[in-house]
């Protein structure tokens, strides 16, 4: 029996759902539709353990996500950059390639969301038989309306379970994909594949030469990093970024497609996650502490404070505790000129939030002024921070959850809720939870700088 093995790519920023997706907290990772992550509804529409491929940010957040939902990934690829994905599937492909070249690759968007799960197994079984008799399969969805925003796949010749693909079409104009909705040949591209792992390599390596070659290069230079595994940073680094459309499924004459109608959306805009949110009676759509007064057709969502809303029509409202966004919803693919413009000017909302993840557990930024900074820390049980020291800074900590183990110099004691201590600048110090709650603490800092890069580590679990 053929084996099937999940592939996942994590390597998307989803700057299009500024402020609450950001570079190094992307939309993947982030619990927008239900109780469980994108990435974590992903890895579960099979159930079995997958590889993924993530940037070097996000791999302990990924590690951690698929544990919490009891799969142990099959294998966590680091890519030093990104480079689209043709050189992600290369890469996965090629890992695949050693220990079962027969295998088939089902290669997935880790952001995308898919509300009729049976479907997508029945288009699955179907797409199998494609996929062993030596067809690149791709999965391709009935258009519900002329979007701009997808690319699309004209079927030909009929299969059997599916059919032909003529060619793929890139993100067309309104009056294009108006022709292309009507016709009845087209379906939007999904980017999910199934790939038969010798046949795509040998498409690769027929069509893109260079990258293939350059994918092997930093697969065998690359190194084992706990339970991760880092490409070579300079091989993969020269390869040339592009879409595993262009590379391969453009130029090949073995690919199929099969129609599957499954709820499916990529979640690309706040707009598309007001059609996949449930409205009240006016048609809004509300997350968190909102109050909305004559208002309809919003999307409005809150991460904390109140937000109130009076007389407004179709628009979007993002409250995080660092930024709050406001756009009409009809306008809301250009958020990501906001993104670009927040970049030029050098600010971190950019890319980042005030909580930052890390492999024992997250910290949050309360508050931050001249000379002070206070955080709210999180460490998962068992968990414990590197040994470490900061020059410019000294270090309040306070217990409010659970328990320390904390070391200073040449001393380790414990600290239990309402405790506190002080790490004098320049100390070696270290912070655990040695218990089965998570400890929470809140850090006080004071010096000449409170930086994050003002950190020596003298010794570090995770290999940083």
Same mark, same amino acid.
């Given at each position: 029996?053929?084996?099937?093995?999940?592939?996942?790519?994590?390597?998307?920023?989803?700057?299009?759902?500024?402020?609450?997706?950001?570079?190094?907290?992307?939309?993947?990772?982030?619990?927008?539709?239900?109780?469980?992550?994108?990435?974590?509804?992903?890895?579960?529409?099979?159930?079995?353990?997958?590889?993924?491929?993530?940037?070097?940010?996000?791999?302990?957040?990924?590690?951690?996500?698929?544990?919490?939902?009891?799969?142990?990934?099959?294998?966590?690829?680091?890519?030093?950059?990104?480079?689209?994905?043709?050189?992600?599937?290369?890469?996965?492909?090629?890992?695949?390639?050693?220990?079962?070249?027969?295998?088939?690759?089902?290669?997935?968007?880790?952001?995308?969301?898919?509300?009729?799960?049976?479907?997508?197994?029945?288009?699955?079984?179907?797409?199998?038989?494609?996929?062993?008799?030596?067809?690149?399969?791709?999965?391709?969805?009935?258009?519900?309306?002329?979007?701009?925003?997808?690319?699309?796949?004209?079927?030909?010749?009929?299969?059997?379970?599916?059919?032909?693909?003529?060619?793929?079409?890139?993100?067309?104009?309104?009056?294009?994909?108006?022709?292309?909705?009507?016709?009845?040949?087209?379906?939007?591209?999904?980017?999910?594949?199934?790939?038969?792992?010798?046949?795509?390599?040998?498409?690769?390596?027929?069509?893109?030469?260079?990258?293939?070659?350059?994918?092997k290069a930093a697969l065998d230079q690359g190194r084992s990093d706990l339970f991760f595994f880092r490409l070579d940073d300079k091989a993969f680094a020269a390869?040339?970024?592009?879409?595993?459309?262009?590379?391969?499924?453009?130029?090949?004459?073995?690919?199929?497609?099969?129609?599957?109608?499954?709820?499916?959306?990529?979640?690309?805009?706040?707009?598309?996650?007001?059609?996949?949110?449930?409205?009240?009676?006016?048609?809004?759509?509300?997350?968190?502490?909102?109050?909305?007064?004559?208002?309809?057709?919003?999307? #409005? *969502?809150?991460?904390?404070?109140?937000?109130?809303?009076?007389?407004?029509? $179709?628009?979007? &409202?993002?409250?995080? @505790? !660092?930024?709050?966004?406001?756009?009409?919803?009809?306008?809301?693919?250009?958020?990501?000129?906001?993104?670009?413009?927040?970049?030029?000017?050098?600010?971190?909302?950019?890319?980042?939030?005030?909580?930052?993840?890390?492999?024992?557990?997250?910290?949050?930024?309360?508050?931050?002024?001249?000379?002070?900074?206070?955080?709210?820390?999180?460490?998962?049980?068992?968990?414990?921070?590197?040994?470490?020291?900061?020059?410019?800074?000294?270090?309040?900590?306070?217990?409010?959850?659970?328990?320390?183990?904390?070391?200073?110099?040449?001393?380790?004691?414990?600290?239990?809720?309402?405790?506190?201590?002080?790490?004098?600048?320049?100390?070696?110090?270290?912070?655990?939870?040695?218990?089965?709650?998570? #400890? *929470?603490?809140?850090?006080?800092?004071?010096?000449?700088?409170?930086?994050? $890069?003002?950190? &020596?580590?003298?010794? @570090? !679990?995770?290999?940083?």
């Open positions: 029996m053929t084996t099937l093995i999940p592939v996942i790519l994590s390597g998307g920023a989803g700057t299009r759902l500024w402020p609450l997706s950001r570079e190094l907290m992307p939309k993947q990772l982030l619990k927008l539709t239900g109780e469980r992550t994108l990435l974590q509804d992903t890895a579960g529409r099979l159930g079995v353990p997958p590889v993924v491929v993530c940037n070097v940010e996000h791999r302990f957040i990924v590690a951690e996500q698929l544990r919490e939902v009891g799969l142990e990934p099959r294998a966590v690829v680091i890519e030093p950059v990104g480079r689209n994905t043709a050189p992600a599937a290369a890469v996965a492909a090629l890992m695949l390639a050693d220990s079962d070249p027969d295998a088939l690759m089902l290669l997935m968007p880790s952001d995308h969301l898919i509300a009729d799960v049976p479907a997508f197994h029945r288009a699955l079984e179907a797409a199998v038989p494609l996929a062993e008799a030596g067809r690149l399969v791709t999965f391709g969805i009935p258009p519900t309306n002329p979007n701009t925003g997808y690319g699309y796949i004209k079927r030909g010749k009929a299969l059997d379970g599916g059919f032909e693909v003529e060619r793929f079409v890139e993100k067309p104009d309104l009056a294009t994909a108006e022709t292309y909705v009507a016709s009845g040949d087209y379906t939007w591209n999904s980017g999910i594949f199934l790939l038969p792992v010798r046949l795509f390599l040998d498409e690769l390596s027929r069509h893109a030469p260079g990258m293939a070659e350059s994918c390869i040339a970024g592009q879409s595993i459309d262009y590379a391969v499924m453009e130029k090949s004459d073995k690919v199929a497609v099969v129609p599957v109608d499954m709820g499916w959306s990529d979640i690309g805009s706040w707009s598309a996650l007001w059609q996949e949110t449930s409205h009240d009676a006016d048609g809004n759509a509300i997350q968190g502490d909102v109050l909305a007064l004559e208002s309809s057709g919003c999307y #409005l *969502r809150s991460q904390g404070r109140l937000v109130a809303a009076v007389g407004l029509k $179709d628009m979007v &409202v993002i409250a995080t @505790d !660092d930024a709050v966004l406001v756009a009409d919803k009809a306008r809301d693919q250009e958020v990501k000129a906001v993104v670009e413009a927040l970049k030029r000017e050098g600010r971190p909302e950019a890319t980042q939030g005030t909580r930052g993840w890390r492999p024992w557990g997250w910290y949050q930024t309360v508050e931050q002024g001249e000379r002070f900074k206070v955080k709210h820390i999180h460490v998962d049980p068992g968990a414990k921070l590197s040994l470490q020291k900061h020059w410019h800074r000294s270090e309040h900590w306070v217990v409010v959850r659970g328990t320390a183990l904390v070391t200073c110099g040449d001393n380790t004691f414990v600290l239990r809720e309402n405790e506190s201590t002080f790490i004098p600048a320049g100390s070696n110090h270290r912070l655990e939870n040695p218990g089965k709650v998570p #400890l *929470r603490l809140i850090e006080v800092q004071s010096g000449e700088y409170v930086g994050e $890069d003002d950190i &020596v580590r003298i010794e @570090d !679990d995770y290999g940083r």
